[in-house]
């Protein structure tokens, strides 16, 4: 069930996030509306998470997937540049989660 939530928490983020760019710096109201309720949502599940998995597993995994995520948006939908570097980063940060997860393990 924590894995469960965990996803919604990052969908929530990333719903979140989105919607933070069409608020024009908070001056339109729906997408701010949105904005807030995606971040009070994506924290209550992280919060809920929290009781069945680890902190540094649960925050690596939210931070990397919800940064990737937004990043691919971004580009594929936000008219935002693609390159090789952006390819590269995300590579990195996913490889930065999964050795985060596997590095420790006892």
Do not use: C, D, R
Not at 6 to 13: D, Q
Not at 17 to 27: E, I
Not at 54 to 69: F, L, M, N, R
């Amino acid at each position: 069930m924590g894995y469960g939530l965990l996803a919604g928490a990052i969908a929530a983020e990333v719903a979140a996030t989105t919607a933070m760019k069409y608020s024009a710096g908070f001056t339109k109201l729906w997408p701010s509306l949105f904005t807030v309720a995606g971040y009070l949502i994506a924290f209550s599940l992280l919060a809920q998470t929290l009781k069945t998995l680890s902190v540094g597993t649960a925050y690596a995994i939210w931070a990397g997937v919800g940064t990737a995520a937004v990043a691919a948006i971004g580009m594929l939908f936000l008219g935002e540049t693609a390159s090789l570097a952006k390819f590269t980063g995300i590579a990195l940060v996913i490889a930065g989660v999964v050795v985060l997860n596997t590095g420790g393990a006892h």
